[in-house]
T-cell receptor, first 112, second 116 residues
Framework: AQSVTQLGSHVSVSEGALVLLRCNYS??????LFWYVQYPNQGLQLLLK??????LVKGINGFEAEFKKSETSFHLTKPSAHMSDAAEYFC??????????FGKGTRLHILP | GAVVSQHPSRVICKSGTSVKIECRSL??????MFWYRQFPKKSLMLMAT?????????EQGVEKDKFLINHASLTLSTLTVTSAHPEDSSFYIC????????????FGPGTRLTVL
């Protein structure tokens, strides 16, 4: 069975500092991996996804994530945090059928 | 990119009434749509998978008679919360699946249901 673990339900970083949100997954087959962002009272917006090919994936808003099979990780990073990055971030995995399994989410706080 | 809409965005209803939420894929046809429920400060819980022209597949623990799903066309799925109670209050999110070139789900903006 697939699962996703996001380390840290809350992460705080200073504006301009590096953002690192951790995600580990388990899957019996090569997975599709996703990061979504959710702003209050809104749906989910896809930040980036890994399907095949290059393991470093670049997404919107300056975010990127690297698929590391040996570590079963797909951590999300951004070199310099902006106040507008404050939101809930969800890591998700799919084993290529239609279902997506979400992690519990990480609330990102940006400190001025 | 593919756009999914939900209507209404917010609904407040009295206990015992039924509420229908619509999910539409605006610029693509989706053979599969998904319904999620999100509790406050929690992750998304998949409730059911809706396939056009067939019965929905419910996840374990989700009452199919309570949460009626109809997927009448390739662009519309509806979720009806029957005889709603305060514990049904939640944020409901739908998604529509685009299978080519690879599976990807596009999410609607969500519906906030409050049952008084």
């Amino acid at each position: 069975a697939q699962s996703v673990t996001q380390l840290g339900s809350h992460v705080s970083v200073s504006e301009g500092a590096l953002v690192l949100l951790r995600c580990n997954y388990s899957s019996s087959v090569p997975p599709y991996l996703f990061w979504y962002v959710q702003y209050p009272n809104q749906g989910l917006q896809l930040l980036l996804k890994y399907t095949t090919g290059a393991t470093l994936v670049k997404g919107i808003n300056g975010f990127e994530a690297e698929f590391k099979k040996s570590e079963t990780s797909f951590h999300l990073t951004k070199p310099s945090a902006h106040m507008s990055d404050a939101a809930e971030y969800f890591c998700a995995v799919s084993d290529r059928d239609d279902k997506i399994i979400f992690g519990k989410g990480t609330r990102l706080h940006i400190l001025p | 990119g593919a756009v999914v809409s939900q209507h209404p965005s917010r609904v407040i209803c009295k206990s015992g009434t039924s509420v229908k939420i619509e999910c539409r894929s605006l610029d693509f046809q989706a053979t599969t749509m998904f319904w999620y429920r999100q509790f406050p400060k929690k992750s998304l819980m998949l409730m059911a998978t809706s396939n056009e022209g067939s019965k929905a597949t419910y996840e374990q623990g989700v009452e199919k008679d309570k949460f009626l799903i109809n997927h009448a066309s390739l662009t519309l799925s509806t979720l009806t919360v029957t005889s709603a109670h305060p514990e049904d209050s939640s944020f409901y999110i739908c998604s529509a699946s685009l299978t080519v070139p690879y599976n990807e789900q596009f999410f609607g903006p969500g519906t906030r249901l409050t049952v008084l």
